[in-house]
């Protein structure tokens, strides 16, 4: 009788630490996706100041 209810006890601890190893890694993956949303907008935003840049100065070089 000692082995079987081992083994059950076993396995709902398995299954418990991977579904808290599951939740962390969701939590992360969130983390993540917010990281590449902020890092995109801020790339773009750089892009659009680079754009508006280079046309002040293609206005300025014409005048030469």
């Known amino acids: ?5 081992l083994a059950i006890a076993l396995g ?4 418990t630490v991977l579904g808290v190893l599951a ?7 969130q983390r993540l ?3 590449v949303s902020d ?3 801020r790339i773009n935003r750089a ?6 840049a280079a046309v002040g100065t293609a206005r300025a070089a014409e005048r030469i």
């Open 1 to 5: 009788m000692f082995w079987p209810m």
């Open 39 to 41: 890092s995109a907008r």
């Open 33 to 35: 996706g917010r990281q």
């Open 47 to 52: 892009a659009e100041d680079l754009e508006r």
């Open 12 to 15: 709902f601890l398995g299954l």
């Open 23 to 29: 939740v962390r890694v969701f939590v992360e993956a």
